[in-house]
């Protein structure tokens, strides 16, 4: 059996949530609840993780996001609540990004 035939009968076969079994573990996002595969982190997706990167800059720098930048955060949340999160509990998860969206740069 060739090797790309043998991967995809051994290990991609699809589970009923979506996923291939045998790649790579699910869990739940720690902040959204939707199932996910580690990428930068084993506790949370990846969207909720660039978000977390991002409320802890503004946090940091005590500034609020522009509009472009308020932008892509909903972005990031429109592509979770796609996949099944919960966009609540994100925008709780990351309070200085939505704490003030009109403070300047």
Known sequence: MKFAAQLESTHMRTSRAGFHRGIAPTFNC???G???RPVDSDTCCAECWELAGQDN???DNACGPTPKELAY???LVAVAVAKGGDADAIRAQNPY???N???PE
């Open 57 to 59: 800059y503004h946090n």
């Open 73 to 75: 955060y909903e972005s």
């Open 97 to 99: 990004i939505w704490a």
């Open 34 to 36: 939707r199932r996910t």
């Open 30 to 32: 720690a902040v959204c």
């Open 101 to 103: 969206p009109d403070a």
